[in-house]
């Protein structure tokens, strides 16, 4: 099992930075990659970034330039450090483990970020 925290969502205006944590507990020898993905109101979750345990990263194209995943393995966390965030960049992100590569899949909580324009 593997229980993820998120932290460090919140309300910012449009322009601005916000730096998304998420802490992994548990069984983390068995996570093969650490992922975020974003659901907005109405709309399907959808893959965000990700890095794996060899930390490939990859980063959505329509994020990819303002979006940045790093993981520190001392610390058990990975981030998302989100810059010149635009209003439809708002949604609830969602921390996600996969172990095994892909045996299991773990979630947060969620947490919700909103960028006024």
């Known amino acids: 099992q593997v229980q993820l925290a998120e932290s460090g969502g919140g309300l910012v205006q449009a322009g601005g930075s916000l730096r998304l944590s998420c802490l992994a507990s548990?069984?983390?020898?068995?996570?093969?990659?650490m992922n975020w993905f974003r659901q907005a109101q109405g709309k399907q979750r959808v893959l965000v970034a990700t890095?794996?345990?060899?930390?490939?990263?990859n980063v959505a194209d329509s994020v990819k330039d303002r979006f940045t995943i790093s993981r520190n393995s001392a610390k058990n966390m990975v981030y998302l450090q989100m810059n010149s965030l635009k209003p439809e960049d708002t949604a609830v992100y969602y921390c996600?483990?996969?172990?095994?590569?892909?045996?299991?899949?773990?979630w947060g909580q969620g947490t919700q970020v909103t960028v006024s324009s």
């Open positions: 890095v794996n345990s060899v930390n490939t990263v």
């Open positions: 996600n483990a996969v172990t095994n590569w892909g045996r299991n899949s773990y």
């Open positions: 548990g069984s983390i020898s068995s996570i093969t990659s």
